[in-house]
């Protein structure tokens, strides 16, 4: 990479448990003393961001997924009226972050959610930061939609999973970070949570496609693909494929910030 950079900011995808893979990989960053100027995330990249901006290290905030209530599966899809309660991730974002306010962020963030009343996509960086990162995760079909003002939102990663352009800055590097790796598998679709979860894979990977471009450093590892969105009992597993992915591009990082 010719060009040199004042700083960088990252682009976090979603991927349910995958996510996970991020905080490993900032962990890896904050070793070695390289710090974001700004996050944005869909879905897990949004709770991962917005636990790191809030001043969470890595290892916090993995104890803050790995508590057992959302360990469970069921837990998460705790049944109203159909669909999932995201009550126990509420719990833990306002019992980790403390607040529920953008301007109380070290660093600036934005939070991919999907509009379901205008059948878009936006990005959030005001207003109550709980209900954002929450809205954010929340996967359609499988859970409540959360609303906010006039509208009800779902999952960022429906509509924008890896929100990159949105990064763009003079002098910035932007790094996107995919926990998701869509490859051939040998799955028999023969259940209905399979069948969502893969058909969901399919849809926001296409809106990954769009925003690569805008990334100066892309990262997707193969090792990700045997992980599955409500595989949080292999937390510790994922978070060390992050780690070990990010000492494969900090040479690369660090090149790309020194000052010429």
Same mark, same amino acid.
């Given at each position: 990479?010719? @060009? ?81 309660? =995201?009550?126990?991730?509420? /719990? ?14 070290? =660093? ?93 894979? =399919?849809?926001?990977?296409? @809106? ?12 997707? @590892?193969?090792?990700?693909? $045997? ?5 949080? $009992?292999?937390?510790? /597993? ?23």
């Amino acid at each position: 990479m010719a @060009t040199s950079f004042n700083g960088f900011a990252l682009s976090l995808s979603g991927g349910g448990a995958r996510g996970i893979f991020h905080a490993g990989f900032l962990h890896a960053l904050d070793e070695a003393g390289l710090k974001p100027n700004a996050i944005a995330g869909a879905s897990m990249g949004a709770i991962v961001g917005a636990f790191y901006a809030a001043g969470l290290s890595p290892r916090e905030m993995l104890k803050a997924i790995k508590t057992p209530d959302l360990m469970s599966v069921h837990s998460w899809i705790g049944l109203k009226g159909g669909l999932g309660s =995201m009550k126990v991730l509420r /719990e833990q974002l306002n019992k980790f972050i403390g607040h529920s306010s953008f301007d109380k962020l070290n =660093m600036p963030l934005l939070v991919s959610v999907s509009n379901m009343n205008a059948g878009k996509n936006e990005l959030l960086n005001s207003g109550d930061l709980i209900d954002a990162v929450v809205a954010s995760a929340s996967i359609p079909i499988v859970f409540m939609p959360v609303k906010i003002g006039d509208s009800y939102y779902l999952d960022g990663g429906l509509t924008l999973n890896l929100p990159a352009k949105c990064l763009e800055k003079k002098g910035q590097m932007i790094i996107g970070l995919d926990s998701n790796f869509l490859g051939e598998n040998e799955t028999k679709y023969t259940s209905l949570l399979p069948v969502v979860e893969r058909s969901l894979h =399919m849809i926001v990977h296409n @809106t990954v496609r769009d925003q690569m471009e805008n990334c100066h450093i892309y990262v997707s @590892t193969k090792k990700m693909r $045997d992980f599955s969105t409500f595989d949080f $009992d292999k937390a510790n /597993e994922i978070f060390e494929i992050g780690y070990e992915t990010a000492q494969e591009y900090i040479p690369e990082i660090k090149k790309a910030l020194k000052r010429k």
